[in-house]
């Protein structure tokens, strides 16, 4: 059983930074594949940004540049580092991670979010 925690949400101006951690709790677990997804109000959620156990990234075109995902695996924690923001960045933020489960079957584990307003 795996717990994620997000935090560090704000209303934040244009061109402010954020950082946005995701802690990840539970004895036992191997966690693999940690992310990051946005909600917009009114739009469907979007993945933003991924980064294995081994330091791979994958960051999403339209924050590529801006956004920059990183984890620490000492402490199972994920941060997400917001730079330049805009107004069409709000939305909630939440993790995902994944680890191996039993019979060879991949769990998946969702934190419930915390919320970038970005508005001056």
């Known amino acids: 059983q795996v717990q994620l925690v997000e935090s560090g949400g704000d209303l934040v101006q244009p061109g402010g930074s954020r950082r946005l951690p995701c802690a990840a709790s539970g004895s036992g677990t191997s966690i693999n594949v940690m992310g990051w997804y946005g909600r917009a109000p009114g739009k469907e959620r979007e993945e933003v940004a991924s980064?294995?156990?081994?330091?791979?990234?994958d960051v999403a075109d339209s924050v590529k540049g801006r956004f920059t995902v990183s984890r620490d695996n000492a402490k199972n924690t994920m941060y997400l580092q917001m730079n330049n923001l805009k107004p069409e960045d709000t939305a909630l933020y939440y993790c995902?991670?994944?680890?191996?489960?039993?019979?060879?079957?991949?769990?998946?584990?969702w934190g419930q979010g915390t919320q970038v307003t970005v508005s001056s």
């Open positions: 980064i294995t156990r081994g330091g791979s990234t």
């Open positions: 995902f991670a994944s680890s191996p489960g039993g019979d060879g079957y991949t769990n998946y584990y």
